[in-house]
Nanobody, 125 residues
Framework: QVQLVESGGGLVQAGGSLGLSCAAS??????????MAWFRQALGKGREFVAA????????RYVDSVKGRFTISRDNAKNMVYLQMDSLKPEDTAVYYC????????????????WGQGTQVTVSS
């Protein structure tokens, strides 16, 4: 069993910054060979891709709306994944989810087998 636990959400003014963390755990779990991603879901909308990182950390992907503002990173030794969010906008308001897969880095929901419970990010104007 794999557990993903997000933290770091909160309320911030537009233009501000927040850093999200995702702690991975489970019996014999290792983030090595696990590709990780962040998705988000705004109230009344579907879950959308935000950023992904390959298990090595070399390959990263971002949705166009966050490029240049968000940075995904990971620390495999600590089984942690991070999302640094800068220049936040009200439209970034959503519940942010951490996800993991061994199937390969992807911007789609379907390949991700493991999901956290989510952390709320609210950006006020």
């Amino acid at each position: 069993q794999v557990q993903l636990v997000e933290s770091g959400g909160g309320l911030v003014q537009a233009g501000g910054s927040l850093g999200l963390s995702c702690a991975a755990s489970g019996r014999a779990f290792s983030t090595y060979h696990m590709h990780m991603a962040w998705f988000r879901q705004a109230l009344g909308k579907g879950r959308e891709f935000v950023a992904a990182i390959s298990w090595s950390g070399i390959d990263t992907r971002y949705v166009d709306s966050v490029k240049g503002r968000f940075t995904i990173s990971r620390d495999n030794a600590k089984n942690m994944v991070y999302l640094q969010m800068d220049s936040l906008k009200p439209e970034d308001t959503a519940v942010y989810y951490c996800a993991a897969t061994r199937k390969g880095i992807s911007t789609m929901l379907a390949p991700y087998d493991y999901w956290g419970q989510g952390t709320q990010v609210t950006v006020s104007s």
